[in-house]
């Protein structure tokens, strides 16, 4: 039997830490509804205390999501999951996500003070959050450069205080793969009440490894991740949420699912992207304007014999529109002769071999052949038979 990994989705929280990315209300409820949509089970819809608008869009949301879990954070301080719970109060389904610091690069420089010390503070903000919610979730900062056996103290300690949800965040991206699955690993072997928590990823992009260590995370146990919308984050970013939908539902070897629609995936990521002011890198998983093109004759030729030669994924599968032969100076004879028919040409393999050579002249001198130049081509070529 498959088992769920649930996606708590972060864009309106930590995404929205992106300079330039601010949201406004409106803005946020818009975004939380098709995140609703998508089939994502937990979001993180801001930091309450944070500011008067943040907690106002937390409050929004929390009276307009009826099947998501809406998620606000805190800190490890009173005021702050007192504030988190007020704006939370209109939810269905509340969680309070507060948590602090694990690593000696936080206990020593960040709060300067002990291990001890930090375990009580951990253990009664959990307290405090359960006053409010049955649903807590606390997380370990930095949990990626946290000694694993002062890490496995930590957790045991809050879910025996009542957390339902223990977040282990890789906060720098310094992780790498065998690394956090072999941490996660050994939170499941040695906390002994770990049975009574969901063990959460929450991995940063420093690496370019976001992705990697948040599968070998699932790999290993954990059954939620932590993620945002093409990627948004702190600094590189955080997890990118499409990308681990996807190499779940194409790895079915691991048993696992995700309650996403993927077919939403791409139309999300554009209205993110637009509304959030970030273009899409073109080369992007998934989503980039790239991610199903073409241009290398090998490839094209391969593809167009068989499909599943150069791509494992069918970009309908996740609401792209499509495949593209974009021809270039690296195009063959196979690509020119398919853009050519999709224009309504027939041309024989004779004509396609004296065309290429045109061809390739003009793609040498511009970066991409567009049907305009392709018309050009036929025309020049055969004049008398031009049928399109």
Known sequence: MDQQVFIFDTTLRDGEQVPGCKLNTKEK????LKLEALGVDVI?????ISSPGDFESVTQISRAIKTATVCGLSRAVQKDIEVAAQALKYAKRPRIHTGIGTSDFHIKSKFNTTKEEILLRAVQAVKWARNFTDDVEFYAEDAGRTENEYLARVIEAVIAAGATVVNIPDTTGY???DQYGEKIAFLKNNVSNI???VISCHCHNDLGLATANSIAGVVSGARQIECTINGLGERAGNTSLEEVVMVIKQHKHLGLFTNIQSKMLNPLSREVSDIMRVPVQPNKAIVGANAFSHSSGIHQDGFLK???TYEIINPEEVGADGSKIVLTARSGRSALAYRFQKIGYEFTRNDIDVLYDAFLKVADKIKEVEEAD???LAKAYKPENITA
């Open 44 to 48: 993180e819809a801001g930091f309450p």
């Open 374 to 376: 392709l018309h050009a």
């Open 29 to 32: 409820l818009e975004l939380a």
């Open 195 to 197: 049975d009574k928590a």
């Open 175 to 177: 992780c790498l793969p």
């Open 306 to 308: 068989d499909s599943l």
